[in-house]
């Protein structure tokens, strides 16, 4: 069913996941009814974007603990003075960029996040646009034999994988201390708590194999879910201005920071929401 509010205006981005929510002034209070309904169209559009947002930290960090609680990402230092912020930066002399690989954020945690908010500080001229894709959709459209072969399975979610793939910031790995590596095994077909759909939970910076079989094993199924999992027909393509505010479903969507902007600054900041144990 259609979400409707007459706080806002819900604009599709694509046909398949996103929606803008046009006429709310974040930097001002909501009432319960805005939140519920800012909700309700999270869970129905997984991604919901907010434009022209002037918020400060604190406004920022009020407003994600109206949706959830804000959590801590393991491998970037938060900001100083709100360590629930993270800075997600690409600065000009850099090649890499911040997760620049489909991924669902955190899924080597035991309890990876419910939801990921982005507010643009600092956007290049061009480019730095991010991709999102529809995880309910990727599962709906498997063959009833691939689902029952994936319905039982687990697959382990490991962060090294990332390290292989150079998604993190050159300058974030000069300044770690250590390496630290964290793994998780969850589902490979996942039931969200609140919609009850299912959703395939593998994505390619993460996903090392299925349990109790070898890397090489999984190796053929896992690449052909990775590429069915982003066709077009499922995903939307978010251009970011300063101000812009998205927050996504990290639970049954994958998202992607396109790598076009070198020499360019781009700064954001993230807050995660803390989730549950997937099932």
Known sequence: MAVSSPRFEVRPL???????LIGLDLTQPL???????????????????????????EQYLAFAR??????HYPFVAGLNEHPEIIAVEKLPGERNNFGGIWHTDTAYLPQP???????????????????????YEAYETLSPELKATLEPLQARQCSALADVSR????RVAHEAPKKQSF??????VRTHP????????????????????????????????????????????????VGTLAIWDN????????????GHHRLMHRITLNGDTPT
């Open 14 to 20: 694509s046909a398949a996941i996103g929606a803008e």
């Open 31 to 57: 009432t319960d009814d805005d939140i519920r309904d800012v909700r309700a169209a999270w869970l129905e559009h997984l991604v919901v974007v907010f434009r022209d947002q002037g918020l400060t930290s």
């Open 66 to 71: 109206r949706l959830g609680e804000p959590g």
């Open 113 to 135: 996040p419910s939801a990921s908010m982005l507010l643009a500080r600092v956007v290049p001229p061009e480019g730095g646009d991010t991709e999102f894709a529809n995880m």
């Open 167 to 170: 998604t993190r910031s050159d």
């Open 183 to 188: 793994e998780a095994t969850h589902p490979v």
């Open 194 to 241: 609140e919609t009850g759909r299912k959703s395939l939970y593998v994505n390619v910076a993460h996903t090392s194999h299925f349990e109790g079989q070898t890397q090489e094993e999984s190796k053929p199924v896992l690449q052909e879910l990775f590429a069915h999992q982003v066709q077009p027909q499922f995903t939307c393509r978010l251009r970011w201005e």
């Open 251 to 262: 639970r049954c969507t994958l998202h992607n920071p396109i790598n076009d902007y070198h």
